[in-house]
């Protein structure tokens, strides 16, 4: 089983709809959870990140941790066109010293008008 | 210039050629990094450079080797890799070593024929 597993899609809805990415873990020291947002022919950039469980809000994204089923989500609310990218999950027991994030393969999100 | 620059951003070589990519970090961060990114994959992580020190090499094949001459700079030389080796490579800084957020360059995408 690898550590961290995301569906890589692509997933594709319309515009305005509300749009779940999610990750699994099988690590349980995990509790940094960051979401990296990678435009094509971009770098990776940290969207949110959150420490432990619960729910992390800023705009129109929402970042959940569900640590007793091993599960994180992002939530985008009122999703648009320029919200296609692609979402990578990362995590790892805590930021700092010598823990190095894992990463999943990313979901490909298409948003169409 | 700001953030993380990368070049060359497109590279096509042959198997016996020796080239180099170059990352820049104008963050006044102290930790730098080389990621490798292939499709549907989770992001490899190849080194760690912190304060010019290499402290991470993930087992990662001989004919590639990293070059840190200071802070600011890092270098990825390439020899005699193999067509496998086609991937987007990243570079990318942090503050400290694994401090949180990962500021990530627009990456390199090679080519090897």
């Known amino acids: 089983q690898k550590e961290v597993e995301q569906d890589p899609g692509p997933l594709s809805v319309p515009e305005g709809a509300i749009v779940s990415l999610n990750c699994t873990y099988s690590?349980?020291?995990?509790?940094?959870f960051m979401w990296y947002r990678q435009y094509s022919r971009k770098g990776p950039e940290l969207l949110m990140y959150?420490?432990?469980?619960g729910n992390k809000e800023d705009g129109r994204f929402t970042a959940q941790v569900d640590k007793s089923s091993k599960y994180i989500s992002l939530f985008i609310r009122d999703s648009q066109p320029s919200d296609s990218a692609t979402y990578l999950c990362?995590?790892?027991?805590?930021?700092?010293?010598?823990?190095?994030?894992?990463f999943g393969r990313g979901t490909s999100l298409i948003v169409h008008p | 210039e700001t953030g993380v620059t990368q070049t060359p951003r497109h590279l096509v070589m042959g198997m016996t050629n020796k080239k180099s990519l170059k990352c820049e970090q104008h963050l006044g961060h102290n930790a730098m990094y080389w990621y490798k990114q292939s499709a549907k994959k989770p992001l490899e992580l190849m080194f760690v450079y912190s304060l010019e020190e290499r402290v991470e090499n993930n087992s990662v094949p001989s004919r590639f080797s990293p070059e840190c001459p200071n802070s600011s700079h890092l270098f990825l030389h390439l020899h005699t890799l193999q067509p496998e080796d086609s991937a987007l490579y990243l570079c990318a800084s942090s503050q400290e070593r694994w401090s949180g957020e990962l500021f990530f360059g627009e990456g390199s995408r090679l080519t090897v024929l």
């Open positions: 990362a995590m790892s027991p805590r930021p700092g010293g010598s823990y190095i994030p894992t």
């Open positions: 959150t420490y432990s469980s």
């Open positions: 690590n349980s020291a995990f509790q940094y």
